[in-house]
């Protein structure tokens, strides 16, 4: 005859966690009907709640515009933020001036609120190496390298650390980044460190073809922050407001020199890249449910709500976005822009004797082959 303990279980069972004994709710404010908990409003005033919808707004614009210019042949590959309005938005509305944030590449808005300017977006989409210099305004370089950055921000959270700076390091990166083992080890060394750093995962549920389901046997990325012994928290992507909240409070837990992995639940509308086509690997009946629990028709349901819309001219919005937009493209037109020389500026402050040389190497290159000055324009020598 089994013995029984007195919780039920098998006498000698051995205590196996699982990942059902770690539920992680996902947090949401604004219900996709509009409907919400007014007690659990941010702290924001009627302006801030209007220029959210704003810049939700100015993301995805921007995306149709840069869009249009690639299949133009006036911009390279870029990548739509559709469905991500509200969590690239809520994100960077959330951290404060002199944050630094390390991006992937859909950030846009994002790094806009920070003070990036949309020519200097638009030069760094056109692969020209002297937008470096105008986007490194508390940014580094947008992380094309999958995964990559992510022990970038440890390392310079831990120095801000050090240095007895008050600021946060966030990091957005995708589900697929959240695979590798770059993040892993950036993850786990902020927790060692206890760093201030905010790790922001935006899972749109597919790493360019491969779905969510076969990424990871976890239900959640969330819940990995138990295994790097950080807070984790799941929120709702589509829900700006949520959003906001959540990077407000691990803003703050970062900065007591707690690391926290913020899981943003959304979804990718759009095709991966201008290179990509989805219809080569997903339904598109599986998309329409989450082109209707679009991030800003919901949002506006919350303004109209809130009696709120009436101060919202959408059309007069987006003509200014337009506008702005046509003169970033003038500006971006008219930059000087030097040549592949300036590939060897914006790694280091000042250029190591490897990289030194290289250069040599390619100056004299360009010496023997005169038919390259035309496309070259080098840099004073000595």
């Known amino acids: ?82 469905g991500h309005e509200a969590s690239i938005v809520g994100s960077g509305y959330g951290l404060d001036d002199g944050d630094w944030l390390l991006g992937m590449g859909r950030e846009i808005s994002a790094m806009f609120i920070q003070g990036v300017s ?70 786990n060394f902020a927790g060692v460190l206890d760093v201030p750093a905010v790790f922001y995962c935006q899972n749109n549920q597919w790493a360019i073809s491969v779905p969510f389901e076969k990424q990871t046997n976890a239900n959640t990325i969330a819940q990995r922050a138990l295994g790097y012994g950080i807070p984790g928290i799941r929120v709702d992507g589509n829900d700006v407001l949520a959003v906001y909240r959540a990077v407000e409070e691990a803003r703050e837990r970062a900065r007591a020199g707690q690391p926290v992995l913020v899981e943003s639940l959304t979804y990718r509308v759009d095709a991966h890249t201008t290179s990509d086509d989805p219809s080569a690997y997903r339904d598109e009946a599986d998309v329409e449910p989450w082109r209707e629990l679009d991030p800003i028709d919901r949002y506006r349901r919350f303004l109209e709500a809130e009696g709120l819309w009436s101060s919202v001219d959408d059309e007069a919005i987006l003509d200014e976005i337009d506008a702005t937009f046509d003169m970033a493209v003038e500006e971006a037109d008219a930059f000087a822009e030097r040549g592949p020389d300036a590939l060897f500026d914006y790694v280091y402050e000042e250029l190591p004797p490897g990289l030194a040389r290289q250069l040599d190497d390619f100056d004299a290159l360009i010496d023997e082959n005169p038919e390259f000055h035309d496309h070259v324009e080098q840099r004073p020598k000595g």
């Open 118 to 187: 949309m020519r200097d977006m638009i030069l760094y989409w056109r692969g020209i190496e002297d937008a470096s210099k105008y986007l490194a305004r508390n940014n580094c370089m947008i992380g094309i390298s999958i995964g990559g950055h992510l022990p970038l921000v440890t390392g310079i959270a831990w120095g801000m650390d050090l240095a007895g700076d008050d600021s946060v390091v966030m990091a957005h990166f995708g589900d697929g980044a959240s695979s590798t083992g770059a993040a892993h080890e950036g993850m």
């Open 1 to 82: 005859m089994t013995d029984e303990r007195a919780d039920g279980g098998e006498a000698g069972a051995l205590p196996w966690l699982t990942q059902d004994d770690l539920p992680v709710e996902t947090y949401r404010i604004v219900d996709p009907d509009g409907s919400y908990d007014p007690d659990a409003l941010p702290g924001l005033d009627d302006d801030e709640f209007v220029d959210l919808y704003r810049w939700m707004r100015v993301e995805r614009r921007f995306a149709e515009r840069m869009v249009s210019l690639q299949r133009r042949g006036e911009m390279g590959t870029i990548g739509s933020g559709r």
